[in-house]
Nanobody, 120 residues
Framework: VQLVESGGALVQPGGSLRLSCAAS????????MNWYRQALGKERELVAA?????????NYADSVKGRFTISRDNAKNTVYLQMNSLKPEDTAVYYC?????????????WGQGTQVTVSS
């Protein structure tokens, strides 16, 4: 099982980035896909989520609503996070997460993270 994030970079405030997470080794369409982030000295927080196909819906943290968009391409086994109007407080390591719960048993995978730094 692998989740490989890419797209992190140094960007100026107000800029945009698109993160990608390529999944392999499991049935992508069975899983809800999430983006988390963890800033230095802070706890990891859920940023955006997209449910598995069939009931696809999205949810966002209040801090990113209207600026970030999560999407998934099931043909490519990839989930994206489009980040616009970036702010310094968006600086963090961003992690891709795959989650499935079956009869109360949680199946969960994590990527290694990609650094996003918003600074002038």
């Amino acid at each position: 099982v692998q989740l490989v994030e890419s797209g992190g970079a140094l960007v100026q405030p107000g800029g945009s980035l698109r993160l990608s997470c390529a999944a392999s080794g499991f049935t992508f369409t069975w899983y809800d896909m999430n983006w988390y982030r963890q800033a230095l000295g802070k706890e990891r927080e859920l940023v955006a989520a997209v449910t598995r196909p069939g009931g696809s819906s999205t949810n966002y943290a209040d801090s990113v609503k209207g600026r970030f968009t999560i999407s998934r391409d099931n043909a490519k086994n990839t989930v994206y996070l489009q980040m616009n109007s970036l702010k310094p407080e968006d600086t963090a390591v961003y992690y891709c997460n795959a989650l499935r719960t079956v009869y109360g048993v949680k199946y969960e995978y994590w990527g290694q993270g990609t650094q996003v730094t918003v600074s002038s």
